[in-house]
């Protein structure tokens, strides 16, 4: 448990990183949706997953040599990076966290500590699924970043950037889990 205890601030720490990462994405957003909306492929209506994504930009850079067009495909380098920071802060949690709270047993624990760890377990995973190349984005939706995306580009890109806003409140949900989950152990573990 003092393990869990000392890694609390280090998660903090890292969830305002990541908060600081995605409002960094946030200001480039409608470059972002305008140099992929431009320059994906005709045929490409609806990007599905993060693999369909990659092989998006991988067309979208094979096209700015072919042409010699300037695409900012920097841009489009930046979504990959964001989603990998994220994922890397789930497996931490998963390892600094969540791990070492599944080593205490349930009779040393209240129920609502009980509820609150499995839903720090089902956020994680939840979180690293979505994570994943081939996870289907057609159903992911946050409210706020959907209303930062014209209808008329919903269509081509919205599950993927939903994925991340809702990746990170996600994992702002499990910090929260965590806190709750802290408050109610004894006090002289808690130090």
């Not at 990659?54 to 096209?63: F, G, L, S, Y």
Request: aromatic letters at 4%.
């Amino acid at each position: 448990m003092k393990t869990v205890k000392g890694y609390t601030p280090k998660l903090t720490e890292h969830l305002l990183l990541l908060r600081d990462t995605l409002n960094r994405f946030d200001q480039h957003l409608g470059e972002f949706i305008m140099v992929l909306k431009q320059n994906c492929p005709k045929q490409t209506e609806h990007i599905r997953s993060q693999k369909e994504y990659q092989t998006c930009v991988a067309a979208i850079k094979e096209k700015k040599k072919k042409t010699r067009r300037d695409i900012n495909t920097r841009i489009l380098d930046e979504y990959p990076k964001v989603a990998k920071c994220i994922l890397d802060t789930a497996e931490e949690i998963a390892d600094n966290v969540l791990h070492p709270l599944l080593q205490v047993h349930a009779q040393c624990e209240t129920d609502s500590q009980r509820e609150l760890k499995a839903k720090l377990r089902q956020a994680i995973k939840e979180t690293r699924a979505k994570l994943q190349p081939d996870f289907e984005l057609s159903a992911v939706r946050h409210v706020e970043w959907q209303g930062k995306i014209l209808l008329a580009e919903q269509r081509l890109c919205a599950g993927l950037l939903c994925l991340l806003p809702t990746c990170v409140d996600s994992l702002l949900d499990a910090d929260a889990y965590l806190d709750e989950y802290l408050s109610g152990v004894n006090v002289s573990l808690r130090k």
